[in-house]
């Protein structure tokens, strides 16, 4: 027993002076990084927390001096956070699914050697993330189309991003052809393997992606405030830009902090009620990251063990 304990101690890797070096300053570059990130989310948090007012006075960094809900219930007053959230919510949801069906199911399709023209609609495919139309021509082609002033507006034109989805169809490439044509001999068709070996095998990909996809229509605001007149169909995102906007009139228009406070006798300022909307727009999908990461793992390690 003494002998297999010494084995387990002298197999062990001894590490030298440049590698400890090395590894303490991965560490404390880590940790410094990680503290840029946090620390001014906790300011925002504090801010957001704490009396306009008070706040205005400055000395708040990271931790609420005068404690107060007031600057959520503002945010909250007029019902449009509400409203936008349900438009955000609602193009995050039926925009991703959408997105994922439409990505997958082309993914497969370019999957199949047999197919006519394979390589032409990859490059086509590919061709289409070096040029972009532009701004206005992007703004005359949805007026044709009738989807200005539409919820679909926000939901058809990014259906499918090129670049993910030859992501997903790479992913697809590293499942092995011996589980499709054990499918075929079974007497899967096409629908069936996408069904039932595909889609359960890509996961990871699929998690990731739709996690992509979910963030990129959650945190947008270009589309409400280009191409929507009516602010009722206004996203979150774009409710809290026009927010910020005003904030900075308020203070360009105040020659003073102390008229600034005069003019918000609810101790409500422009700055507290902007950090109570950022917080109230960040922190859902903030909260969908700890069961996505398992996924971003996972699919790695498939990466690594099939490539």
Known sequence: MQAANKTKVNNKIKMGTGERILQVLIIVLVTLFSLCILLPCLNILSLSFNDGADAAKGGVYFWPRVFTLDNFAEVFKDGSIVRAYGITISRTVLGTLLSLILMT????????????????????IAFTMLFSGGLIPTYIQYNKLNLLNHFWVYIFPGAISAYYLIMIRTFFDTIPESLEESAQIDGCGYFGI?????????????????????VNHWNDWFSGAFYMNSSKLWPVQTVLQQMLNKAMASTEENTSIGQLIAQNANTVTSDSLKMAAVIITMLPILCVYPFIQKYFTKGVMIGAIKG
């Open 105 to 124: 199911v082309s993914a497969y399709v370019l999957k199949i050697k047999t197919l006519p023209g394979r390589n032409f609609f990859t490059l086509a």
């Open 194 to 214: 996408y069904t039932r070996v595909i889609l359960p095998l890509s996961k990871p990909i699929i998690a990731v992606i739709g996690l992509y996809c979910a």
